[in-house]
């Protein structure tokens, strides 16, 4: 049983913050719920740096805005803490890790992938990459969609939207803006047809006094002013303009890396709902515009992505990287450097716009500390993922079913031991609740197993 008679910590100095947020850079598996519940754990309930209801309170603000919800509440914590310095430092070693060993697992990628070690390990992550999203697909879902006999429209948006984006071909963006005009409406003229989103489920519970209390006043740096608003957006302009400037006079605006960079930025605003929402964005761009790597390879990146620490939006490195290699954006001589420079590009143009929504938007959180309630718009955009997350499921299926393409032939052209490890894999996430890394493992034995048989 919880003791809440503890005293609470002492004062936490920077350099002890700091050793913590670099552990959390380095086990943060578990996509957004798993970072969060990691959090929650360490800070609210053994280190009490927060309390449950200030924890909370910061975490439907982060889940309110685009970009990693888990990254958000890190540097919103870490700012919180320590100030501006904390909350860059918190959030820049959420990722940095992910960024250093996503850089060495793609280049192992793209100069060792046609080996048959390589090769026999992918095919069986490819399956248990399409059954992940699966996954996403009935976790998001059962809490999005409700009784369809009493919240039809939620409903009706997720199909549109999958119909959208499968079907049509319809931009991610005009999706987006189709589910918040829709959820608009509904707060007009029906207000019950979308519930406000929860918190990951977490109930308030009482783990002893904390740092940062229900009732501690808030630290001035913490305060609105608009002077300090005013600093935190100049500032931001400045580290995406002057990047953006050096990169439009040095390759042009058509530059691989301009492009890049500013296909990002604009993935950055557009991630309501997750890294799952905005990967057929990504896709779009990425694959069908700009070409930089195959549908294939995009799902062997949500792979890596799947099993490193870090945001699972950090596969945008992934992208980066093997569109700075195949363009060669620094010339054939130095193709490592050109696609670590891309991977480093996509990262930074990634999150940098959250740095500024948590940097800025802070201290105007901290003056309600009141629950924040959820728009009816964003309960609309959460619905539309659903449907945006089944048309990525549908496209990776596919993939894994038909290989080769599917005008060659049915049913011989069917990759049917792929799809027995989808099935399994399936299985293991959804009904007996296997973690992703032991999945993810197990179908990659499988693979290779397979692949060294002769039998795929």
Not at 93 to 121: D, R
Not at 160 to 168: D, L
Request: aromatic share 12%; glycine share 10%.
């Amino acid at each position: 049983m919880t003791d809440v008679n503890r005293t609470a910590p002492a004062e936490v100095r920077f350099a002890d913050a700091l050793k913590f947020w670099l552990k959390l850079g380095f086990i943060s598996f578990g996509g957004p719920a798993g970072q969060i519940a990691i959090m929650h754990r360490e800070l609210v309930e053994q280190k009490r740096w927060i309390s449950e209801k200030r924890f909370l309170h910061a975490l439907n603000y982060c889940m309110m805005l685009p970009g990693p919800e888990a990254q958000q509440l890190a540097t919103y914590i870490g700012w919180l803490m320590h100030r501006r310095w904390g909350g860059v430092v918190a959030g820049a070693l959420f990722v940095l890790p992910s960024l250093f060993i996503l850089v060495a697992l793609s280049w192992i990628y793209v100069a060792y992938g046609n080996v048959a070690l390589v090769a026999g390990l992918f095919y069986g992550i490819k399956p248990a990459v399409a059954a992940i999203v699966l996954q996403a697909v009935y976790r998001i879902g059962s809490k999005a969609l409700k009784n369809p006999a009493k919240t039809p429209v939620p409903w009706v948006v997720a199909v549109i939207s999958f119909m959208a984006i499968a079907v049509f071909g319809v931009p991610f963006p005009w999706v987006v803006l189709g589910a918040a005009l829709t959820g608009g409406l509904c707060a007009k003229f029906a207000p019950g047809q979308f519930a406000a989103a929860g918190a990951h489920g977490m109930a308030a519970v009482a783990y002893g006094p904390a740092l940062i209390d229900d009732d501690t006043p808030t630290p001035d740096h913490a305060r609105f002013k608009k002077s300090r608003l005013a600093t935190v957006l100049v500032m931001g302009a400045l580290l995406w303009l002057l990047p953006m400037g050096a990169l439009v006079a040095w390759q042009g605006w058509g530059g691989a890396l301009t492009q890049m960079s500013w296909f990002f930025t604009k993935a950055a605003l557009l991630t309501f709902g997750g890294a799952y929402a905005v990967l057929p964005y990504v896709y779009q761009g990425a694959v069908e515009q700009f070409g930089w790597l195959t549908g294939p390879q995009m799902m062997d990146g949500l792979a890596l992505g799947e099993t490193t620490p870090g945001p699972l939006i950090m596969v945008v490195a992934f992208v980066g990287f093997v569109g700075g290699w195949t363009r060669q954006v620094l010339g054939p001589d130095a193709l490592f450097l050109g696609a670590a420079l891309a991977a480093t590009l996509a990262t930074w143009f990634t999150f940098l716009p959250s740095f500024v929504f948590i940097l800025a938007g802070g201290p105007l959180v901290e003056s309600t500390h009141g629950k924040l309630h959820f728009t009816a718009p964003l309960a609309a955009i959460t619905a539309a993922v659903v449907g945006v997350i089944a048309s990525l499921a549908l496209f990776f299926i596919a993939h894994v079913a038909f290989p080769a393409g599917a005008e060659t032939g049915f049913p011989s052209n069917v990759a049917w031991p792929a799809l027995a490890i989808m099935v399994a894999a399936g299985i293991a996430l959804l009904r007996y609740k296997v973690g992703v890394i032991p999945v993810m493992a197990a179908c990659a034995l499988a693979g290779l197993l397979l692949r060294g048989s002769g039998l795929a």
